[in-house]
C-alpha cells in the first residue's frame, strides 16, 4: 500500500506543480496567430515538457474516461462540457481547446491548436 501511496503522492505533486507554473509562469494562451517571440516559444517549450512527462501522464491515467480527467484539465485551463469521456489527449494550449457536451475521444489523440497559415 506505501509504495501506491507514495506514488500517487509524487504524481499529485507533480501536478499541482505544473498547474502552479502553467498559471504563475506561462499564463493564459490566446486566440491569433503565433508571435514567434522568444518567451512565447519558451513558454509553449516549457508547458510541453512538463504535460508530455511520464510522471503527468501515469499521474492522469487512472482517471481516464472520467469525470476527474476532465476537472484536471479544467484546471489547467480547458473548457470541457459534461458528460466527456477521454484519454489523456495530448494538448499544449489548454486555454485554446474547447470540447462540447457529450464528446467521446479515443485514444492517441493529439491536439495542436497553433495557426499553421504560414507553413501552407
Known amino acids: 500500500c506505501l509504495p501506491w501511496l507514495l506514488d500517487f503522492g509524487n504524481g499529485l505533486l507533480y501536478y499541482l506543480e505544473v498547474m502552479v507554473l502553467k498559471w504563475l509562469l506561462v499564463g493564459r494562451f490566446r486566440e491569433g496567430p503565433r508571435t514567434h517571440a522568444l518567451w512565447d516559444e519558451f513558454r509553449r517549450w516549457l508547458l510541453e515538457r512538463l504535460v508530455t512527462s511520464p510522471t503527468f501522464e501515469d499521474f492522469c491515467s487512472p482517471f481516464i474516461n472520467t469525470e476527474v480527467l476532465?476537472?484536471?484539465?479544467r484546471l489547467l485551463g480547458c473548457s470541457?462540457?459534461?458528460r466527456v469521456?477521454?484519454?489523456t489527449p495530448r494538448v499544449i494550449e489548454f486555454d485554446l481547446l474547447t470540447v462540447e457536451d457529450g464528446?467521446?475521444?479515443?485514444?492517441s489523440v493529439l491536439i495542436n491548436a497553433a495557426d499553421q497559415v504560414e507553413y501552407k
Request: include cysteine.
Open 70 to 73: 476532465c476537472i484536471l484539465y
Open 80 to 82: 470541457i462540457g459534461k
Open 85 to 87: 469521456q477521454m484519454d
Open 103 to 107: 464528446v467521446v475521444f479515443g485514444s
